[in-house]
């Protein structure tokens, strides 16, 4: 078979349901998340299945749920019906929750880095903020976006923090603390909210 | 020798034949084609010679193709006299045909990853979509753009789509598929060529 | 703790001293440090403590300048004290002009690659660039923005090119040349100085 069809050639390229340049925000936006995909899959790779069987679940069901966002993002045929809901969103949340125990406790800025696996799950974190500022920028200019994908790749790029560290932590890599700056994380609605 | 000459330490910089601001889009292309040519030398460093000679030789010649590009689109003089040709482009199509086959019949999207450099090549592939993003925005901001580096970049992508499959095939790592929608992929150019 | 506070679900979010649009350029310019950062952070985990001492005290320094220049930028309260100052970047040239000084001479651009921390090293250059001229773009369009930050980049990325190449000739792997194009590399500051 062939994969490449040339109707690209010229700077337009299709939508579900529509076509338009290919610099358009809109498509900036799913590039950026299948990049973050990729980058996601690269993870995956440096990853012992042995230690971190339950790193690899996420991060497969969230590679799938990329392309869920990046078909949602595309669409703008008239019968839509958007993939994306928040159960994704409230599991991960379950599961940063879990991760970010694993770890000492956080109260200053990290370097990020310290395993290969860890290393690349930062990026992939910052690259899934890139994609959540030009959805910012897309939302702000086009009427079919779905908020729910925003708000999912906010969450996401928390989830890939706590999983590089818990990375880290197994294999007994310490975190690098940023100690230029006074503490910085305050712990977010647990018990001793008062304190901080 | 230096290497530092600190002349762009104000934000201005040279083209071949001009001089401009370093925000300039003309200037975010090719610094985006450098950006994708490193990850392709990263690629490169997780290829098996003894398997993937072939892959290799075509990404040492896309090495240089990436900077006749570049050059290409940095060079504003009166007198240029453009690198980029349709030849590498025609090339690119023939191995890409080659390296298509080799994986099972694609039908759906497959998320990227499965071995490092396949992961690393899926990785190039976004980034190689990213650049040609910026020459279709240079493209219609400014003339002096050589139209063959845009379908350059929109071949390239193909390629190393085919390429990280071929990988991940040879390695008899399966491609896991992206199951939550239709069939996507069709058979182009074999029945109905009319739609091209 | 909780590391997720959801305040930024909608799209705005908080700077050092205010509060702005998540797509804002400010935002951007810091987000891309981080993922600079985030880079360093792997070809850290990539070069063997026994052969690269140097060059990982070096990286780790620069990881924490790279904080010290995100935190600037995000810093647009009233009684500001910036942290970024012009010593590191002093420090960085020495270091640049004897790194450069391990490799065979330069004359031509070389292909981004080699080994693996090397391609690495490559990479985070290209990113660094794409972090500097995002800085020119703020710089141009709002007043709060140290000028040293955008200085620091500039010879960033030059540390980077000469740390890949000297990567690459402690390993005794060489730098393949880009031939296609004449001489590019003069060498700067050793004769003629007037240029700069
Ligand atoms: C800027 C920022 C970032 C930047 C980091 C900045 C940088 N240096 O590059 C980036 C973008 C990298 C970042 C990333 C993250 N961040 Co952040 N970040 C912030 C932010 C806006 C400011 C933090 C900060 O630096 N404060 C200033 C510090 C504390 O002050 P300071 O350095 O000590 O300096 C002050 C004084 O000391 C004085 N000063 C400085 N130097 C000197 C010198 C002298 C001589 C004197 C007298 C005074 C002086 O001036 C300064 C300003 O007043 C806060 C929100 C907020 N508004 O507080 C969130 C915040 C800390 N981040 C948060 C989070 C979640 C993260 C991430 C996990 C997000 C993610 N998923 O990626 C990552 C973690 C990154 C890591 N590696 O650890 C959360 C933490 C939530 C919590 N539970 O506490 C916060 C609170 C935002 C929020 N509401 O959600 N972040
Ligand atoms: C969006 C898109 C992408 C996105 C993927 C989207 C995502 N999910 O993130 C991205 C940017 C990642 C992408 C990448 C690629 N793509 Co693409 N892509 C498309 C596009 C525009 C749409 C595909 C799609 O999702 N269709 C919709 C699917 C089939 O429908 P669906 O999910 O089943 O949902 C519909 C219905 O089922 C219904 N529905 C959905 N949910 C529900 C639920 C209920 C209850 C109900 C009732 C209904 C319903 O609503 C939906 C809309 O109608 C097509 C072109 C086109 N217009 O078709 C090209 C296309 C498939 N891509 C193509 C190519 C070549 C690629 C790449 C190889 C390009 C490259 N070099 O990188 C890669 C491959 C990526 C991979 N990993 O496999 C080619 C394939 C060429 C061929 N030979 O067939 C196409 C045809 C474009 C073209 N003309 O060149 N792509
Ligand atoms: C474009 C450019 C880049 C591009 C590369 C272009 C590409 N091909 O992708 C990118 C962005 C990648 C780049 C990167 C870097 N660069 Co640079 N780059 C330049 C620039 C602007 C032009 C270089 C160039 O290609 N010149 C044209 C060449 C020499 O001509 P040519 O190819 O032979 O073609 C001409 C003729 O031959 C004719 N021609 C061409 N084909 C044909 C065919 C026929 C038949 C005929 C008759 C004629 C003909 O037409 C052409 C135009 O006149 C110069 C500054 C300048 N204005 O010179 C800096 C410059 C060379 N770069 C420099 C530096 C420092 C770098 C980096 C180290 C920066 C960094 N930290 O990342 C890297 C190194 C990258 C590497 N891998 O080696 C410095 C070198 C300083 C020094 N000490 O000498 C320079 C001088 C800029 C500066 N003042 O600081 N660079
Ligand atoms: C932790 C800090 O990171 C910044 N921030 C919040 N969202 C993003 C994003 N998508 N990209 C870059 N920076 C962001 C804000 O300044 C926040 O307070
Ligand atoms: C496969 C799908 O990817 C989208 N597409 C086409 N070209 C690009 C690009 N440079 N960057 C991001 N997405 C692109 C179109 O929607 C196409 O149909
Ligand atoms: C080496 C060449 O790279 C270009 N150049 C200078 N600064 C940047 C940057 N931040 N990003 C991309 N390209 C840049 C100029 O054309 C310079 O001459
Ligand atoms: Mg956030
Ligand atoms: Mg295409
Ligand atoms: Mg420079």
Known sequence: MKIYTKTGDKGKTGLIGGRTDKD???VEAYGTIDELN???GKAVTELDPAIFADILEDLETIQHELFDCGGDLANVSNRRVYKMTDEPIEAMEKRIDVL???GPVLER?????GTPAAA???IARTIT???ERQ???LTKAEEEVPAVVQRYLNRLSDYLFAAARA????????DVEYVRSAKVFKNVGSVKKEEE
């Open 100 to 102: 970010v125990e694993e």
């Open 120 to 122: 690349t799950l930062h």
């Open 129 to 131: 903020r890139r994609a």
């Open 109 to 113: 800025f990290i370097l990020p880095g």
């Open 38 to 40: 990729s980058f996601i």
């Open 167 to 174: 990375v880290n932590a197994r294999l007994n890599v310490s």
């Open 135 to 137: 959805v910012v920028t």
């Open 24 to 26: 358009n925000i809109r």
